[in-house]
């Protein structure tokens, strides 16, 4: 049984993961759900990017960006991917790794209703990840989509979510002397009749 108490404690590393960004959220002055993701192109090189964080369920964490863009081709093609948060106010991060499922469906739709109308828009004009000629190229892309979607537009079928069910989730606070406190959360390996959040969890705690 690993020692964990305080910040670490508790035996739901998704409610941990909730306790700590609402926390981020009092302290940090700008996005404190703001995350590096980490992909891997088809010839295995690596490609990371800041994206924001939209939700932590209970069995995941999901993002919303265009499928069409260089991430979006990046995970349809390996399935995977891995993300970080890290918070200097609180002087914590959490990161973590697992497979990627798209969330198409009527959470991503209620997801992109809640955006300003200029964002929901914005979608639809930017072929995000690119070549784009000149800002004037977007500006007058933006004003032919209000034009023709109007002030109720539907979500682009080339945008939506992405769901990363973890495997491997790692929090950690800086310690005095560099004597940082990490804990490794790991997925056991699957046994017969159990799958994803089924399975369950072993934790190791980590030299810093």
Known sequence: MVDRSGIFAGDDPFRIARDWLAEAGRTEPNDPN??????????GMPNVRM?????????????????E?????????SGKAAMVLHWKSL??????RGTVTREDGAAADAYYNSRALGS???AWASQQSRPL??????VKAVAAAGVKHGLHPKRPPFWGGFRIEP??????????????DRFRWTRRAAETGQEGEDRQ????????
């Open 34 to 43: 703001a995350a590096a993701l980490a992909t891997v192109d088809p010839s």
């Open 51 to 67: 994206v924001l964080l939209k939700e932590i369920t209970d069995h995941d964490f999901v993002f919303y960006t265009n499928y």
């Open 69 to 77: 863009s260089a991430k979006g081709r990046e995970i349809a093609a």
């Open 91 to 96: 002087r914590r991060q959490l990161r973590f």
């Open 120 to 122: 929901r828009i914005g």
């Open 133 to 138: 000629g000149s800002k004037a190229e977007l």
């Open 167 to 180: 495997v491997e989730i790692e929090f950690w606070a800086d310690g005095e002397f560099r004597l940082h």
């Open 201 to 208: 969890w072993e934790i190791c705690r980590l030299n810093p």
